[in-house]
């Protein structure tokens, strides 16, 4: 049993090994060999960790993984992996990291892990975790259309830009990145606290969730509850950053495709039950 258990963080960092590989051999950049061992090795550490009951375990991922994503690749590589820079790639047809970032972290990939992403690797919420609003204070509100709007206005922007054939969007782009960033990081930390929740940006603004959400109705990775186990003493849902009923088995739950895999429910429940 104890074995198996530790076979997990070998298994996660096998798939990313194979991507690493795959994408290091069909586009012959070694780039890809480095950054998805780079994130596999990451997210196995952490799983390593979780099993090993070390509480900090997905922070340490999360700082792993987004400062390299927030500071190599977004400020030193010049790489817009923000919504609109998954846009602009996508217009001119190439396939590189944004649009394969995109691919596996945020589209396809939610299709095996869920939402993960939003849990161990989000720059953004790398910062807003640190406020001190862990846990929501008040009800969640239903705004959630909001989302919608900035999906939008992300397409629009970069759609503006391609249409009026703006000269240099490449460099357009970088500045969208760092203005993009400031703007989220005001945002979410305003925000978390006028609602007392650290996550109310991923809840209301974020406009990748236009994506994460559907993808994650169909999960195969999902947190499940043993109903012999259970005595309905609430714990879980309190602790939840996310509001989900995770109580409910099914895949209608309440706020199901809200889960970001933090694990606070399984570690909180007294009985072992998730
Ligand atoms: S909802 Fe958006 S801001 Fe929040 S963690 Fe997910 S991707 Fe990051
Ligand atoms: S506490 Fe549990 S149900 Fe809530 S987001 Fe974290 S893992 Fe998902
Ligand atoms: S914390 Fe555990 S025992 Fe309590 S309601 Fe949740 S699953 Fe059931």
Not at 217 to 240: A, D, P, Q
Request: net charge positive; hydrophobic share 50%.
């Amino acid at each position: 049993m104890q074995i198996k258990k530790y076979l997990l963080p070998i298994i996660m960092l096998s798939i990313f090994e194979t991507v690493a590989v795959v994408l290091w051999l069909t586009k012959d950049n070694l780039f890809y060999l480095f950054n998805f061992s780079y994130i596999g090795l990451s997210i196995s550490l952490g799983i390593f960790l979780f099993i090993r009951k070390y509480k900090h375990a997905r922070r340490i991922v999360q700082l792993l993984v987004g400062l390299y994503m927030l500071v190599y690749l977004g400020l030193i590589c010049n790489e817009n992996m923000q919504i609109e820079g998954f846009w602009y790639y996508l217009f001119t047809g190439v396939f590189e990291a944004a649009t394969i970032h995109y691919a596996v972290a945020k589209i396809f990939g939610p299709l095996l892990f869920g939402r993960g992403w939003c849990g161990y690797a989000c720059w953004t919420a790398m910062v807003l975790d640190f406020l001190p609003y862990k846990i929501p204070k008040n009800p969640r509100k239903n705004i959630g259309w909001i989302r919608y709007i900035t999906f939008a206005a992300s397409f629009i922007f970069v759609a503006a830009l391609f249409l009026a054939k703006v000269g240099n969007i490449e460099r357009i782009m970088f500045w969208a990145f760092i203005i993009g960033n400031i703007v989220y990081y005001a945002v979410g930390i305003a925000l978390a606290f006028a609602f007392k929740d650290n996550r109310a940006f991923c809840k209301y603004i974020c406009p990748i969730t236009v994506f994460l959400k559907p993808m994650t109705y169909f999960s195969l990775m999902r947190i499940t509850c043993n109903k012999e186990k259970c005595i309905n003493c609430g714990k879980c849902k309190r602790v939840c950053p996310m509001n989900v009923d995770v109580t409910d088995n099914s895949r209608n739950r309440l706020n199901g495709t809200e889960c970001i895999k933090c694990m606070e429910c399984v570690m909180n429940c007294p009985k072992g039950a998730l």
